[in-house]
């Protein structure tokens, strides 16, 4: 079947960026730059054009600015996204008949005959007068399109060129100036235009969904009574000591009523005796619910909208999270979706759990092992609809309190399409609300959370200890595809892992695994205590759980043993703080070291060039127009201007044997650090003070383990050789 | 919004082969196994099944085969196309209780207790009375999707668990054969299956699209009188010396009447002397159209629907296509839409052109060239509609004659919307017709020819001389994506392009380009006589024109000239005929050579694997149901057995360096090969028919000019060492 109109010539393919399709929008943060590019082209010679239509979806209008042509049909533009939440783009490209005349006629100038010169007296005609008839047409077109003061110079410079044409001179020059070929390109004939075939989506995060510094703590461990179990007074205290250190999200595990039934006790042991308190993750107990209820009425029944009355009351939690902002930082609740057998759901909402054939529900388990304290969800109850809405529910009323991030607990094993509709439903009300997801599973699963909105992402980090592992899996997070949906959030240790390389690596393990997460990512965080006292010891030798697990123990650190590392936890962060370069994933780069123990990274936040300058920018700035389905264009063009600060360039190299000091020549690509072939520079370790001057691509290091890493900061340049 | 089902858990991705997010059919040919991959999961650990789903257009229902899990998520299955035209085909996964309950029962029973053996007497309990229940209810779900036989035995198999579960053994065994789980198979509960947000598509091609071998001609220089203009007749004395050569398909330059006004003369001079014949491409010429009415009444009207009076008749014409299918030939036409001034549209369709401020007509010119013997199409034109519709009548002219090639001249030069629109119309009716794109222009302006329909494509072949530029080219469009949609036709001369190697490189350039073209794809095209008879002398210095262009002027060739190519060629043909691997694209591969003027490549019908049994394909042939917009699925499963054939390698090792021999090693790729490490392979050469024995991957060849190149067919293997 023909098209309704066949003469839009113009294709745009590829559009990048682009997830699935579109069906998923790409992730970028407040204040980014985000670069848009596409193969445009048309048949033929004539000269295309193309620009960008950008809006936020609040915005009534597009807003536009023109791409620029790169080699081999590629075409980019970019735009600032300076408002968070959801944002739509296109393209629009078209012949553009008066670009192609200009250049024509200036060929044709380039080849006319000259009576004056023996050597071109004999070249043939040209048509000129011809061709500036065609242009002075091509003109008084333009003028129809334009008004006011435009209209009428369109319209006068289209009659000097038939005046030109009529003089019949014999040799001619180019007879507009670049101000008016400005002029005339703000006026493109767009009827024929192509308009991309779909408009594609982004989502703006705020900065903190890039850059975060996470520290996660068990409330109940924080009594300085070692008698007593802690509450939100309790982590009030260690507020500004957490602040010191750093940190920006202070995250807290389940802080719900604890069930009773099948309670697990101390090192997971499948009784728990009366006084031991069980885990926070078995949540709920009908029976906490009506001594409990919270200030909005009755929406407190020993649930996920109750909190575990040893911990405190509402207004105690009110109290701690207005602390947690006092200190400059946010509070992170962790979102558990599994009930303890004691749990309000179980029989309230029976119809949301599997039944076995003997009336039993069906508890967690992995023949051969049983999890009898824990109750899934099931996400095939013919009460979905219900469930998902009371899942919901659960975000919305810590939403509502002023909690705006969620660690969000095993997301990977709940339906898929519910966290697409739950995240994107929250998201409508509160575009600020962030989304960690716990999934520690196979990678297709993994990226499907980050694509289905979850902000952040934890990630196989943990396990990757080898400079071959480390460089492979980050050469794939921090590049696209990848990096447009997915953010990386780096954990050395949580409460359910520790790693081998921390059991066995000794104290040099915890600053090399600290400095890699703290670095390789712009989000990373730290279970502590346990990890700035260097907590090591397993349950039993192969596991990777902790003995005497805080999941199932009151524990008692002592915060202020003079070993922590806290002080080179408050540098780093400081570090991260002062440092743009350590605070976006992009511009990750691994550079060769001749060791295989020594890895070497930089990040820097120097840009690609402006793939347009100002001045073109503003030549088509007045378009202004509507077409096929595209709403009509606003005036302005927001394109931002460059950053006009100095570019922030750190490379850090970490030596991965905990036991033995390694040495190795590092081959630069200096490309990546700005620095010309055979400059000298300035490297500044942020971690000591120390100032290097190096010079060209091949430089020496030696780590030992009590000095596992240099963070250098790279200053251009002291001077040049030669 | 919430999803009207929320409860299709299973995630389906990157659904390959698809082109541009399927708005671009893949393409593929009769007899193709087409293997389909994506990614497919699920959330949790619930088993997951996969089916996919095609058929032809004319099918009326959908068939359906099993998918098979690779690592990682992915995977894949496969079908054979059997008919050309066009195919759908999209994917189902659902979770599967059923399937999970066998996994997890083996798990229960592998951990029981068992009271006769003291090291298991104290395992815990695994509740496996209840387990068989829950077993006996999903086998009563799966009877009940049942119907006959099959259901009567399903609903007896959960009878027997129940019974077995009423027995409280102490130690239990599986219950089920293979063959009742495979029975339970047939009959999967899809009723929360998801399926792919799409369907695809695949357009099949017959064989000739992808195996061809083209042999171009001027008929008006074959007739045997230097005296007179070649003609139809001519043409066909020479059928069986061409169809000896082994090429099928016959490709003639425009056939049509030659316009008078601005006709070149030869070497492309501005004025033509009284006899000369002009250029066929500048077609047109009103005033014989009367004069040479077709048999089909008024459509001969001196232009794209008439032959040129010196050629024949349209008598002629069709016997001279006669002889060519007589001779196991097809008759390809060189369709160019463009006019001389004298072409009839010119007055019948003056708004088809552009015309300029002094009335006269736009010729074609790129300043400061101009073509004035060619008027190009405007397709911008108020009438494109019309134009359109012109247009594809005559392809639809010639093809009502029977021909089933075309060859396109300049398509890009063409709107690319219209020829989406025109192969598409015309492959409606007739699948089997076949365009070649004689594109030479940028990359993605090729690669949208072939998207919008174009069978097979002129690539920069003639263009690519060094070892590095035909490795990096191919490697590009011998592989997906490209190769899903393009086709390459490897010419190493045609009318236009005389390559400065075949100027330069003397005799042995011919052989080396001819075999290069020959092999490195299964479809290429020779221009002849001038290629055979190794015609090099330019225009003028830096020129890619043939002097005495054969586009300007009739030529008369001595095609017995004992110098000429015609047994080499014919070998080569013989080859590619009897080596199935030199039929195909897809398998090319580049083997190291130490040497940088040497090239050595394989190709081979080694297929991978086949990823299911056949056991396992008939194990859910039988599953047939509708769901959620599928259409009703075919009990039968069309997977075609593997074929039984011997494999066939070849392996290609030329010499690119026309004037010394070269020497050097091969480091062979073995696996490509199907040659196991340390194995002793024949090698026979089928230029000379000379045999080698080969063992392990290093491998030494020599290659003088004269002998310019190996052909070696790689026979498994005459034993192993050691």
Redesign the interface.
Known sequence: ???AE????V?I?HIQPQI????VPARRFLGDRVAISA?I?????DHVLARLLYKHDSDPEWHSTPMTALP??LWSADFTVDRIGPWSFTLQAW?DHFDTWCA?LK??L??QPDPADPARRD??P?DIP?AL??GA?LLDQTASRAKGPDARQLKSIAASLRALAGKKSTVYEYPLTAAEEALAARYPDLS?ATVA?RELRLWVDRQRARFSSWYELFPRSTSSDPARHGTFADVEVLLPEIAAMGFDILYLPPIHPIGRAFRKGPNNSATAGPDDEGSPWAIGDAQLADARSGPTGGRSEGGHKSIHPKLGTFADFDRLLAAVHANGMELALDIAFQCSPDHPWVVQHPDWFLH???GSIQYAE???K?YQDIYPLN???AD??GL?DELRSVFQFWIDRGVRVFRVDNP???????WQ?CIASLHADAPDVLFLAEAFT????MY?LAKRGFTQSYTYFTWRTEKSEIESYFEEIARPPISDFFTPNLWPNTPDILHASLQTGGRAAFPQRLILAATLAASYGIYGPAFELCEHLPLRPGSEEYLHSEKYQIRHWDRHDPNSLAPLITLLNQVRRANPALQSDLSLHFHPVDNPHIVAYSKSTLQPPTPMTLAEVQALSGAHDAHRGVAPLSGASSTAPASSAPPNVILVVVNLDPHNEQAGWIDLDLKQLGIAHDEIFDVEDLLTGIHYQWHDRSNYVALHPTATAHIFRIARPQGTRG
């Open positions: 079947m023909k098209p066949g003469r839009t010539r294709v393919e699935d399709c579109g069906l193969a082209f048309s048949d033929g010679h081999n049909d012949v024509d060929k044709r380039a080849a070249l043939p040209q011809l008839t065609i047409l024929l075939d076995r054939p003997d992995n023949p051969p049983k996400f095939e109850s979905w609809s998902w990977h094993t709940k339906a898929l399409p519910f509709w196979r990678p297709h699963v499907s």
